[in-house]
């Protein structure tokens, strides 16, 4: 086998030709430091109607391989080796003519953010009917046909509106479906999808996902599929390739992969995730020790060897290692892979001791937040309580960060009382809150990026906080807290000298958790916070969360739409739809039946990365309502398959309560409630 190579499963036999092939692909950059190697021998095989995906930490180069295939790769990007062929056809030695008619033709690329590949000036139409226009010579006319046509295959709503609407009028999965129909329009052989839902709420993601595929079989299109998410691999793509740090690490099925794991660094990967069928204390996660090297800074021999707890010196450390043929279609990238006993247990994490939550310290009675006619929050009732976590989960523009802005002073309540230690701040701006308050709420952004400033050091953003907040005047000890908190968040102590930019994503957001920490705080709003992180980092980060809360009893208001880190997380769950309480209760409660109709869709959306698993499908219709014109009667009626006519779309549901106070408002009996079955079925025990 040659080095680095990929075999696909499903790959074609003798005489056929796949519609995608990367032979030995070598892409570096050039700069000032030198030459830098971003992705080495790499090979993929893909023929028409097959979908590979590429997984792996930000900066493994899987966005890279992307980009080399549509020859995007910057002025200091090039390809120095190997080749890309097209139905055979070299696209590394075509000119720039030949490639105007390859991309957005031939190849099509669906980006992350759908807004940075529409024209904000630009009507929907006529965006869309400049590819027919310019690629078949189509008049205006016949143009906007085709255009109408294909975003009717999107299965957007009322497509006359959408074609006269700029982009920012539509939603953020309408969007993405305009971006989809986009790519299709010139019927491409290969589609590009990088991280092409991250972005997007999980019903709207599993809609895409579901889209993508019954779209790709239509045409036969062959999709390369570039995501972080394991489970939404193994929900869309026959074939994977894991890559760390510019090289195919693994290879093969994806279901076989993901069952028959054969290299440390995939094992790493999937115990990192925690699933939305098991708790932090029956199954902790595991981290990846250490980060991912710098391209320019590579270790000898095993890319990961560093990081890799089967690491041998005098084994791993010495040749480069080739690709190891497990089977047929099986490889890996480990020189151990023969010794390494695979079915061994990985070595467990902390494993958590459920503690009971102590006395009320957050306490929201019947908010109400709105906006001229909107009811951003409508008669909203939570208590957050001492040493617990609280997550607020819903679809964007349920009001979940309506509520936080609120809790925090950023905005002031309609109606209705927040409470924090027995005293209201529910209608005081957090410019008029007393030192005491302010010290006491304090918050985790979702961006690490955003909410450091590049120009200062860490010991002085963090050193900050302590002078405001926490009253320290000596600074003795401020810089003896500062070192403190560093310790705590897991980070080195030189790391006082640093600014934002010499830091990882995740590093930044330890920072911003020990920022928020430093006066102490009760109750910590923690907004997205591992959203924007690896799975690896997003498993270090969650466990550290839960070391300060155990520590030091702090409380979490977590927000999150991602349920899987929310089962893992939380203590109790708040589902949000349309800026009303649908369902509380405790975290195991929610997460099994009874389920409320919109509960059940959001947990059925879920991508799961383990192959033995069987989930239950609940399909729901139509986009989300305009908050500004919600419907009569119980807020979900108009996308529930269980709505029942002249009742949900008419009358307002009273809440249920179950065992352990567990709430559900809707008006199916409390027998057909309890009737439900789970979400997640255990393949073997069916």
Same mark, same amino acid.
């Not at 696909?8 to 030198?34: F, H, M, N, W």
């Not at 990007?77 to 030695?93: E, P, Q, T």
């Not at 958790?513 to 109750?523: D, H, K, L, N």
């Given at each position: 086998?040659?080095? #680095?190579?990929?075999? *696909?499963?499903?790959?074609?036999?003798?005489?056929?030709?796949?519609?995608?092939?990367?032979?030995?692909?070598?892409?570096?950059?050039?700069?000032?430091?030198?030459?830098?190697?971003?992705?080495?021998?790499?090979?993929?095989?893909?023929?028409?109607?097959?979908?590979? =995906?590429?997984?792996?930490?930000?900066?493994? #180069?899987?966005?890279?391989?992307?980009?080399? &295939?549509?020859?995007? !790769?910057?002025?200091?990007?090039?390809?120095?080796?190997?080749?890309?062929?097209?139905?055979?056809?070299?696209?590394?030695?075509?000119?720039?003519?030949?490639?105007?008619?390859?991309?957005?033709?031939?190849? $099509?690329?669906?980006?992350?953010?759908?807004?940075?590949?529409?024209?904000?000036?630009?009507?929907?139409?006529?965006?869309?009917?400049?590819?027919?226009?310019?690629?078949?010579?189509?008049?205006?006319?016949?143009? @906007?046909?085709?255009?109408?046509? &294909?975003?009717?295959?999107?299965?957007?709503?009322?497509?006359?509106?959408?074609?006269?609407?700029?982009?920012?009028?539509?939603?953020?999965?309408? %969007? %993405?479906?305009?971006?989809?129909?986009?790519?299709? !329009?010139?019927?491409?052989?290969?589609?590009?999808?990088?991280?092409?839902?991250?972005?997007?709420?999980?019903?709207?993601?599993?809609?895409?996902?579901?889209?993508?595929?019954?779209?790709?079989?239509?045409?036969?299109?062959?999709?390369?599929?570039?995501?972080?998410?394991?489970?939404?691999? !193994?929900?869309?793509?026959?074939?994977?390739?894991? @890559?760390?740090?510019?090289?195919?690490?693994?290879?093969?099925?994806?279901?076989?992969?993901? /069952?028959?794991?054969?290299?440390?660094?995939?094992?790493?990967?999937?115990?990192?995730?925690?699933?939305?069928?098991?708790?932090?204390?029956?199954?902790?996660?595991?981290?990846?020790?250490?980060?991912?090297?710098?391209?320019?800074? /590579?270790?000898?021999?095993?890319?990961?060897?560093?990081?890799?707890?089967?690491?041998?010196?005098?084994?791993?450390?010495?040749?480069?290692? %080739?690709?190891?043929?497990?089977?047929?279609?099986? $490889?890996?990238?480990?020189? /151990?892979?023969?010794? &390494?006993?695979?079915?061994?247990?990985?070595?467990?994490?902390?494993?958590?001791?459920?503690?009971?939550?102590?006395?009320?310290?957050?306490?929201?009675?019947?908010?109400?937040?709105?906006? =001229?006619?909107?009811?951003?929050?409508?008669?909203? *009732?939570?208590?957050?309580?001492?040493?617990?976590?609280?997550?607020?989960?819903?679809?964007?523009?349920?009001?979940?960060?309506?509520?936080?802005?609120?809790?925090?002073?950023?905005?002031?309540?309609?109606?209705?009382?927040?409470?924090?230690?027995?005293?209201?701040? =529910?209608?005081?701006?957090?410019?008029?809150?007393?030192?005491?308050?302010?010290?006491?709420?304090?918050?985790?952004?979702?961006?690490?990026?955003?909410?450091?400033?590049?120009?200062?050091?860490?010991?002085?953003?963090?050193?900050?906080?302590?002078?405001?907040?926490?009253?320290?005047?000596?600074?003795?000890?401020?810089?003896?807290?500062?070192?403190?908190?560093?310790?705590?968040?897991?980070?080195?102590?030189?790391? +006082?000298?640093?600014?934002?930019?010499?830091?990882? =994503?995740?590093?930044?957001?330890?920072?911003?958790?020990?920022? $928020?920490?430093?006066?102490?705080?009760?109750?910590?709003?923690?907004?997205?916070?591992?959203?924007?992180?690896?799975?690896?980092?997003?498993?270090?980060?969650?466990?550290?969360?839960?070391?300060?809360?155990?520590?030091?009893?702090?409380?979490?208001?977590?927000?999150?739409?991602?349920?899987?880190?929310?089962?893992?997380?939380?203590?109790?769950?708040?589902?949000?739809?349309?800026?009303?309480?649908?369902?509380?209760?405790?975290?195991?409660?929610?997460?099994?039946?009874?389920?409320?109709?919109?509960?059940?869709?959001?947990?059925?959306?879920?991508?799961?990365?383990?192959?033995?698993?069987?989930?239950?499908?609940?399909?729901?219709?139509?986009? +989300?309502?305009?908050?500004?014109?919600?419907?009569?009667?119980?807020?979900?009626?108009?996308?529930?398959?269980?709505?029942?006519?002249?009742?949900?779309?008419?009358?307002?549901?009273?809440?249920?309560?179950?065992?352990?106070?567990?709430?559900?408002?809707?008006?199916?009996?409390?027998?057909?409630?309890?009737? @439900?079955?789970?979400?997640?079925?255990?393949?073997?025990?069916?």
């Amino acid at each position: 086998m040659n080095s #680095g190579e990929v075999i *696909s499963a499903g790959t074609a036999g003798k005489g056929q030709v796949p519609v995608l092939e990367c032979r030995d692909l070598c892409i570096s950059y050039r700069t000032r430091a030198g030459e830098v190697p971003a992705v080495i021998n790499f090979n993929m095989r893909l023929m028409a109607g097959e979908a590979h =995906g590429l997984v792996g930490e930000s900066g493994c #180069g899987k966005s890279t391989v992307a980009l080399g &295939i549509m020859r995007y !790769l910057g002025r200091n990007g090039f390809i120095k080796s190997g080749d890309i062929l097209l139905n055979g056809r070299s696209i590394v030695s075509m000119t720039e003519d030949e490639l105007a008619q390859v991309r957005g033709g031939d190849i $099509a690329m669906i980006y992350q953010e759908p807004m940075a590949s529409l024209n904000p000036t630009m009507r929907i139409g006529e965006q869309l009917a400049e590819v027919p226009m310019l690629r078949e010579g189509l008049g205006r006319k016949a143009a @906007m046909a085709v255009v109408e046509k &294909i975003l009717a295959k999107v299965r957007l709503p009322d497509v006359a509106r959408v074609v006269k609407a700029f982009p920012h009028e539509l939603s953020g999965g309408q %969007q %993405q479906r305009v971006v989809i129909a986009m790519a299709l !329009l010139a019927n491409p052989k290969v589609l590009l999808l990088d991280e092409p839902t991250t972005a997007l709420d999980v019903t709207v993601e599993a809609g895409i996902v579901e889209l993508v595929q019954e779209l790709a079989a239509e045409f036969n299109t062959a999709m390369v599929y570039i995501s972080h998410n394991l489970g939404l691999i !193994l929900e869309t793509c026959e074939s994977i390739t894991v @890559m760390y740090s510019g090289e195919a690490i693994e290879t093969g099925p994806v279901a076989e992969v993901l /069952r028959e794991v054969r290299h440390p660094y995939t094992k790493g990967l999937i115990n990192s995730i925690p699933r939305i069928d098991v708790s932090r204390y029956e199954r902790p996660l595991t981290t990846i020790a250490g980060q991912l090297p710098l391209p320019s800074a /590579r270790p000898q021999g095993c890319f990961f060897g560093p990081r890799c707890s089967n690491f041998v010196a005098g084994t791993c450390d010495q040749a480069h290692v %080739q690709m190891v043929p497990i089977t047929a279609t099986h $490889a890996s990238r480990c020189q /151990r892979v023969a010794e &390494i006993d695979w079915e061994r247990p990985a070595e467990e994490g902390k494993l958590r001791q459920k503690a009971e939550p102590g006395e009320v310290l957050l306490d929201i009675k019947n908010l109400t937040k709105t906006y =001229g006619k909107v009811k951003a929050n409508n008669n909203i *009732s939570v208590e957050a309580r001492r040493g617990e976590t609280v997550a607020v989960v819903g679809e964007s523009g349920c009001g979940k960060s309506t509520l936080a802005k609120v809790i925090l002073g950023l905005e002031s309540a309609s109606s209705g009382a927040v409470e924090l230690g027995g005293k209201d701040i =529910g209608k005081t701006p957090v410019t008029k809150r007393d030192r005491e308050t302010v010290r006491n709420l304090q918050m985790v952004f979702q961006n690490p990026f955003d909410t450091l400033n590049p120009s200062q050091t860490i010991g002085f953003q963090i050193g900050r906080v302590l002078r405001k907040l926490g009253g320290i005047k000596d600074e003795a000890e401020v810089q003896r807290k500062v070192l403190e908190l560093l310790d705590t968040v897991k980070l080195p102590r030189d790391f +006082v000298f640093r600014r934002p930019r010499q830091l990882s =994503g995740g590093q930044k957001q330890r920072i911003g958790i020990a920022r $928020a920490i430093a006066g102490e705080p009760t109750v910590v709003i923690a907004d997205e916070p591992v959203s924007a992180l690896d799975v690896s980092v997003q498993a270090a980060v969650s466990e550290l969360l839960l070391d300060i809360q155990e520590e030091k009893g702090t409380t979490f208001f977590f927000i999150s739409h991602d349920l899987s880190v929310v089962r893992y997380l939380s203590d109790r769950v708040v589902v949000m739809y349309l800026g009303q309480i649908v369902e509380q209760g405790p975290t195991e409660d929610v997460f099994q039946p009874p389920y409320h109709p919109y509960t059940e869709a959001l947990l059925s959306s879920v991508p799961i990365s383990d192959p033995s698993i069987v989930k239950r499908k609940v399909v729901v219709s139509a986009d +989300v309502p305009s908050p500004s014109e919600p419907p009569p009667g119980c807020p979900f009626s108009t996308r529930c398959p269980y709505a029942i006519k002249g009742v949900c779309d008419k009358d307002q549901p009273q809440a249920k309560t179950f065992a352990n106070g567990h709430q559900i408002a809707c008006h199916l009996s409390a027998e057909t409630l309890l009737a @439900m079955q789970p979400i997640i079925l255990d393949q073997k025990a069916s």
